[in-house]
């Protein structure tokens, strides 16, 4: 899998219907209309996610793998 930063994966998010809902400190919370599921990223600068993190939340979102 390859690795990819937070704010990268956010921007697969939006391309994907997912909307920006709200900024926590450094993670980014997305929702997506008529899904329940909620997503929060860790956005750090340019720090690279955890290879598990990045599967759980590619899975969250019902996205095919990067």
Known sequence: M??????????ILMRNGWQ????????????????SARISVPVHGSESLKTGLLRYLIKLA?????
Not at 2 to 11: D, L, M, T, V, Y
Not at 20 to 35: A, D, E, Q, V, Y
Not at 62 to 66: A, E, N
């Open 62 to 66: 019902g996205i095919d793998p990067i």
């Open 2 to 11: 390859k690795n990819i930063s937070g704010k990268e994966f956010a921007q």
């Open 20 to 35: 920006l809902r709200r900024i926590n400190g450094g993670h980014h919370i997305f929702t997506k209309p008529g899904s």
